[in-house]
């Protein structure tokens, strides 16, 4: 076992040296970077986040015979994967719904939230628009919009919204063959507005503060989000795909339901669990 920063790409180099595969769970700002040293060492790249911003990355990929593959972890990820498999069930389908949330099993005011990955991931869902479709076509929606009450079977009244990250490039697959796709993220009633009010004010721009610092208003909410809402706790992953179509001449709707709690025995949060397998 090694520790070292993400960052520092001369430290990692002989770590990952002989590797076959590079998993990175870090950051998404770092996943470009790690992806080329990954493929330097011959390695593939696996990444739980979402597409690399970098087009240089498919060219070197190809010409070294190497895969990038993002979007292994929950959502974009496990979902994915639920979606296809519901709409296996169907001749011809129509519209598929997505609920899908990391929530922790006892939620606290004001937040009612905690982090299951980085601070830097979720203002990157809360501050990115969303993939949709609707009539067959590729639709965005703001994030942090369309907040609508859910209630949940073992967790009670809940709110979906819109949020970043959703099912990645699926939507762009299904375009044309799928009539109407939808994805929210779940949370605790209350969520939703209070990280809206510090989005309005700014808190999450990337302006620095003042000319006597590097620091952006972004950066310091990073570190507040880290220390209030950061740290070990039990947690919950919820997952539902409703999907609605026709199959032998009828109409039917297939739902897939998927619920999974902080294991006691091992050790494992539920995020851990539902984004290390579908990477594994």
């Known amino acids: 076992t090694f520790e070292a920063d993400a960052r520092d790409v001369t430290t990692l180099e002989p770590i990952l040296a002989g590797s076959a595969v590079v998993v990175s769970c870090v950051g ?12 330097m060492l011959g390695a593939h790249f696996v990444d739980l986040g979402g597409p690399l911003n970098d087009p240089d990355l498919a060219e070197r990929a190809a010409a070294r015979g190497k895969w990038i593959v993002t979007g292994a972890g929950l959502a974009p990820g496990l979902a994915n994967v639920l979606v296809v498999l519901a709409l296996e069930a169907f001749d011809h389908a129509h519209s598929v719904r997505v609920l899908v949330g990391d929530i922790p099993a006892e939620p606290s005011p004001p937040f009612n939230h905690r982090l299951a990955h980085s601070a830097e991931k979720l203002l990157d869902d809360y501050t990115s628009p969303v993939t949709v479709l609707r009539d067959g076509r590729i639709e965005t929606r703001d994030p942090m919009t369309g907040i609508e009450p859910v209630d949940v079977e073992g967790f009670g009244a809940m709110e979906a919204f819109y949020a970043g990250a959703g099912l990645g490039a699926l939507a762009g697959r299904l375009a044309g063959d799928l009539n109407r796709l939808d994805v929210k993220v779940l949370r605790y009633p209350g969520h939703a507005e209070q990280m809206r009010f510090l989005l309005d004010l700014g808190l ?8 006597r610092t590097h620091l952006t208003y972004r950066d310091v909410l990073i570190r507040r989000l880290r220390q209030r809402l950061g740290g070990a706790y039990r947690d919950a992953v919820v997952l539902r795909v409703d999907a609605e179509g026709e199959s032998g001449g009828h109409s039917h709707r297939h739902t897939i339901r998927l619920v999974d709690r902080f294991d006691e025995a091992s050790g494992l949060s539920a995020m851990q669990r539902c984004t290390a397998f579908p990477a594994a």
């Open 28 to 39: 998404p700002h770092h996943s470009p970077a790690l992806a080329r040293l990954a493929l």
């Open 204 to 211: 999450a721009d990337t302006t620095v503060l003042d000319v």
